[in-house]
């Protein structure tokens, strides 16, 4: 190793500490394990290594060291970005040095890949830190200059529909001899049969390097029988491409447009997102979605937001998500599922321990479905966001959900459960939960029942920690001057702190400038009080007087050991 490759690579072992940081010579050895017994091809590498590599980069990044202490520490959110962001453009540089150059095993490509990946984190951890107001960074500056080379994207035009001509002229670009396009974007314009004529010898001329395409509201205002045309056109276009990423998101497809995409779908072995949203996506639909795609092994997103899939449609769907191990982002919300869909849904989600992100809002999941849910939460270790309003989960469902949190998902940063009919009955095992997840920076109970009792215990649950916590929504809940006035409490001092939503509730007027008194520095972060009743149900003018209501309520649950509480 020469010196300066010493220097440098001392330079990172010293800013990671004890952590390992992979080196050319180390990560060749870890692709070439990552290949043994399967093939003696190291390149490319597996998703599991890629998925790997960012989390180690990531890991380095956020641990405190010599260098640290010169340069400054990256923020968890910071570094998670940056590594993302070296990872894939040592990627891309690997993968065209290969499809060049191509050897036997490619070792040379490897060799590319751990090198890009090394440089390009030394660089960052000489950036150092940046506030979002700062100059792009290092690698930021890199990808922006990167994407402008293999991303097309025509979404940003007039919202208009595409004559043969415009189509003709609009993708020129993509018939240059050696572009390196990998990113289409078609969004936003409508294409019609002649423009879709014109568009489809294009696409197919590069199948080859080609890996996501968006599709997303590309036939609006089309008649279906053109519609469905134009679909089967850009389908067969575009199959046998190898693809990552596939959006067609806002079509109105139903069954005969996920059909009209069947060569497209049925080609997709390594697809790593799909989107499906606002689609009409049926039960028969589903059907269809799950029947076409071989293969779903390393799909990470899958987002069917929407739509009316129903009881039936998410069992298919189920199926999809069964055969989804590498799943890390779930969405299906919004998509009329009821309590038999919901079991189905929760017991597939059973079969993806990478979950990150699990968005089921607006569903009518009901108490059975929510248990079934706790039932696998668990497994979810690295689960920073679960957004579970609006499923009529009621106080049985919400407890289960809770108590099987507060042990599990350490990392939670987003804790959403609105509109669930939760009472003051399950406030305590939800405050429980709340106060041992640290890292929540959005809380959302709004629409609930939870009243002062189950505000005071919220609020209590938030006063220790939670630096970094930016949003917190209690709207009506049937909140008084006791509950809003603990909760303004709990949260007024915290850096960085947003918005606390407690609008919809019935604090009296001397309740009201309480609050704003709490706030009177940072009038700002409390949020809007126009729809507040100061007169609402159960209001009890001697009891609020004085804030002897907030009294009594303290005095019952001053013994409360929240933290505790099962």
Known sequence: ??????????????CCGTTHVYYPEDMYLLLKMDSAGFSMKLW???????????????????TPSILSRKYGLLSKEEAEEDAKQIEALAFDSANQHFDKEPDDDGSSAVQLYAKESSKLML???????????????IVSEKVKASDETTIFDISKG?????????????????????????????????????????????????KDQLTEVDLSDFVAGRPEEEALEVMEIFSSALDACDLRYLDLSNNALGEK???????????????????????????????????????????????????MTG????????????????????????????????????????????????????????????????????????????????????DEGSIALANVLKESAPSLEVLEMDGNDIT??????????????????????????LKDEGAILIAKALEDGHGQLTEVDMSTNAIRRAGARCLAQAVVNKPGFKVLNINGNFISDEGIDEVKDIFKNSLHVLGPLDDNDPEGEDYDEEADEGGDNENDLETRLK????????
């Open 158 to 206: 007039r919202r208009d529909f595409i004559s043969a001509e415009e189509a003709s002229e609009l993708l020129k670009p993509l018939s240059e001899p050696g572009n390196n396009y990998k990113r289409i974007c078609f969004s936003n314009r409508s294409f019609g049969v002649d423009a879709a004529k014109i568009a489809g010898p294009i696409l197919s001329s590069l």
């Open 44 to 62: 490319p590498p597996s998703l599991s290594t890629r998925l790997m590599l960012v989390e180690r980069m990531t890991k380095n990044l956020i």
């Open 559 to 566: 013994d409360l050991d929240i933290k505790q509480e099962e």
């Open 123 to 137: 660089e960052v951890i000489k950036r150092g830190p940046q506030t979002k107001e700062s100059a792009e960074g």
């Open 311 to 394: 009881d039936e449609g998410a069992l298919a769907i189920s199926k999809l998500v069964k055969h989804s191990p590498a799943l890390e982002d779930f969405r299906c919300s919004s998509t009329r599922v009821g309590s038999e869909g919901g079991v189905a849904l929760s017991q597939a989600l059973g079969e993806c321990r990478n979950l990150k992100k699990v968005d089921l809002r607006d569903n009518m999941f009901g108490v059975e479905a929510g248990i079934a849910l706790s039932n696998v939460l668990s497994i979810f270790s690295g689960l920073t966001e679960i957004y579970l309003s609006y499923l009529n989960l009621e």
């Open 424 to 449: 003051a009955k399950a406030a305590p095992v939800l405050a429980a939960c709340i106060a041992a997840k640290q890292f929540l920076t959005t809380l959302k109970l709004g629409e609930n029942e």
């Open 1 to 14: 190793m020469s010196n300066v490759r010493t220097q440098n690579y001392l330079l990172l072992l010293a």
């Open 257 to 307: 447009g996920i059909r009209a995409f069947g060569a497209l779908l049925k080609s997709q072995k390594n697809l790593e997102e799909l989107y499906l949203m606002n689609d009409g996506i049926s039960e028969e639909a589903a059907q269809a979605v799950c029947e076409l795609i071989p293969s779903t092994d390393k799909l990470r997103i899958l987002h069917f937001h929407n739509n």
